[in-house]
């Protein structure tokens, strides 16, 4: 399905996921925009579902987006439907992109006997372009007829856009000797930075929680999962993050719940990872640890201007242990800083400390270190005790080329 080869990070296969009781998945080509592959998937919720929501904050963010902010947090009673397009992003189509939304939802609530506030649709791929909708609507039959509960691998499948790979990451729980379920799938491959969320992402549960503590969960670990991985450093204007827990499996968890905190923090870091696994291009996974910052939010600050840096991603790319450039971010971030308190390793290799090159690094360590698909820059600014975590990849050619020709 991919227009470009897999990536060199993608796990080895998709895995597999549990079926999530309450939730039937469907996938149909419409011909959106792609020929020849499926690019609509459709999820049928059963009554007393709830659903947590993230967005992304652009200020250009697409029609869906804004309809689907405006429904969470109603009433669960009704059963729920999501649709979601691959092939065009419905953003920035004006009252036409409105029209569109509101003729799917409109079909979709006919069509699946649900009401249209329990209708939540998703789209993504080009900006600009008029939706063709009525191709959508047209297969909302067929979708109807193939909702299945062991859908979910195909519904990955059906989202994608730049992906060289589908996305998914599940974990099976013990709560008071009662099994819970959880599964999720997202694509995204290019335009990450989220300031929200990412991309498209949705993840389900048969646990049985209160609307208000699934929002909590997801609008916290948002924050130190999707929140915290770029590709480019450009936001986009369709990301979405939904997550729905029918409660088929009777058993009922709060946020407060360790297992189930757990279990879905790690299901949502892995997600986002495969995300920067899957970045355009991308031949290299990076971790970027900042400590000793004034706060955790100067160190995110710090992390990400390293993170977003095309510098410092093309010398990884070049596979070139250019620590000067990490010191160039570290510069320019606009957080607290002090030249000579700061230190750098690559991996467990002392680049440079207190300041100043160590006297025991080798350029031949830091090369080393630089041609593994997995690599970790550590920075300790030596001021106080903030840290954070964020995750990047590579600059490579081949994102260029992704994006040149993007739209033809």
């Given at each position: 399905?991919?227009?470009?080869?897999?990536?060199p990070?993608?796990?080895?296969?998709?895995?597999?996921?549990?079926?999530?009781?309450?939730?039937?998945?469907?996938?149909?080509?419409?011909?959106?925009?792609?020929?020849?592959?499926?690019?609509?998937?459709?999820?049928?919720?059963?009554?007393?579902?709830?659903?947590?929501?993230?967005f992304?904050?652009?200020?250009?963010?697409?029609?869906?987006?804004?309809?689907?902010?405006?429904?969470?947090?109603?009433?669960?009673?009704?059963?729920?439907?999501?649709?979601?397009?691959?092939?065009?992003?419905?953003?920035?189509?004006?009252?036409?992109?409105?029209?569109?939304?509101?003729?799917?939802?409109?079909?979709?609530?006919?069509?699946?006997?649900?009401?249209?506030?329990?209708?939540?649709?998703?789209?993504?791929?080009?900006?600009?372009?008029?939706?063709?909708?009525?191709?959508?609507?047209?297969?909302?039959?067929?979708?109807?007829?193939?909702?299945?509960?062991?859908?979910i691998?195909?519904?990955?499948?059906?989202?994608?856009?730049?992906?060289?790979?589908?996305?998914?990451?599940?974990?099976?729980?013990?709560?008071?000797?009662?099994?819970?379920?959880?599964?999720?799938?997202?694509?995204?491959?290019?335009?990450?930075?989220?300031?929200?969320?990412?991309?498209?992402?949705?993840?389900?549960?048969?646990?049985?929680?209160?609307?208000?503590?699934?929002?909590?969960?997801?609008?916290?670990?948002?924050?130190?999962?999707?929140?915290?991985?770029?590709?480019?450093s450009?936001?986009?204007?369709?990301?979405?993050?939904?997550?729905?827990?029918?409660?088929?499996?009777?058993?009922?968890?709060?946020?407060?719940?360790?297992?189930?905190?757990?279990?879905?923090?790690?299901?949502?870091?892995?997600?986002?990872?495969?995300?920067?696994?899957?970045?355009?291009?991308?031949?290299k996974?990076?971790?970027?640890n900042?400590?000793?910052?004034?706060?955790?939010?100067?160190?995110?600050?710090?992390?990400?201007?390293?993170?977003?840096?095309?510098?410092?991603?093309?010398?990884?790319?070049?596979?070139?242990?250019?620590?000067?450039?990490?010191?160039?971010?570290?510069?320019?971030?606009?957080?607290?800083?002090?030249?000579?308190?700061?230190?750098?390793?690559?991996?467990?290799?002392?680049?440079?400390?207190?300041?100043?090159?160590?006297?025991?690094?080798?350029?031949?360590?830091?090369?080393?270190?630089?041609?593994?698909?997995?690599?970790?820059?550590?920075?300790?600014?030596?001021?106080?005790?903030?840290?954070?975590?964020?995750?990047?990849?590579?600059?490579?050619?081949?994102?260029?080329?992704?994006?040149?020709d993007?739209r033809?």
């Open positions: 399905m991919a227009k470009y080869a897999r990536s990070l993608a796990p080895e296969a998709f895995p597999e996921l549990p079926v999530i009781k309450g939730a039937r998945f469907a996938s149909h080509a419409a011909g959106v925009k792609y020929q020849g592959r499926t690019d609509v998937m459709m999820v049928q919720l059963d009554p007393g579902t709830s659903i947590a929501g993230v992304t904050r652009s200020l250009t963010r697409s029609a869906p987006v804004l309809d689907c902010q405006a429904k969470i947090g109603g009433a669960t009673d009704a059963g729920a439907v999501i649709l979601v397009n691959a092939g065009n992003s419905n953003a920035f189509t004006g009252k036409a992109g409105v029209a569109s939304v509101e003729a799917v939802t409109s079909a979709v609530a006919d069509i699946m006997e649900t009401p249209a506030a329990r209708v939540f649709t998703s789209s993504t791929g080009v900006i600009g372009e008029p939706m063709k909708h009525e191709r959508i609507i047209a297969a909302l039959e067929t979708l109807k007829g193939k909702l299945d509960e062991n859908g691998s195909d519904a990955a499948h059906a989202i994608m856009t730049t992906d060289t790979f589908p996305k998914g990451a599940c974990a099976t729980i013990d709560v008071d000797g009662q099994t819970v379920n959880i599964a999720g799938i997202a694509k995204g491959s290019g335009m990450i930075a989220p300031d929200m969320a990412t991309m498209l992402v949705y993840i389900f549960t048969d646990a049985k929680i209160e609307q208000s503590d699934l929002q909590d969960l997801v609008s916290a670990f948002t924050d130190s999962t999707f929140n915290c991985i770029t590709v480019d450009d936001t986009s204007t369709s990301d979405t993050l939904l997550m729905a827990a029918t409660g088929a499996s009777g058993v009922t968890v709060s946020h407060d719940t360790k297992a189930f905190r757990d279990a879905l923090h790690d299901v949502m870091l892995d997600l986002s990872h495969q995300v920067v696994r899957d970045g355009e291009g991308a031949h996974f990076v971790t970027i900042v400590t000793g910052a004034r706060n955790n939010a100067q160190a995110k600050t710090h992390a990400m201007a390293i993170a977003n840096s095309p510098l410092v991603k093309t010398a990884i790319a070049g596979e070139d242990p250019n620590w000067g450039r990490v010191v160039m971010a570290i510069g320019k971030s606009g957080a607290e800083a002090d030249r000579d308190l700061l230190s750098i390793s690559f991996g467990d290799i002392v680049v440079a400390k207190d300041g100043w090159v160590s006297p025991d690094y080798r350029e031949e360590q830091g090369a080393a270190i630089m041609k593994e698909p997995e690599i970790t820059i550590n920075v300790d600014l030596g001021l106080s005790d903030g840290k954070a975590t964020v995750w990047t990849c590579d600059l490579t050619h081949t994102y260029i080329e992704i994006n040149a993007y033809s």
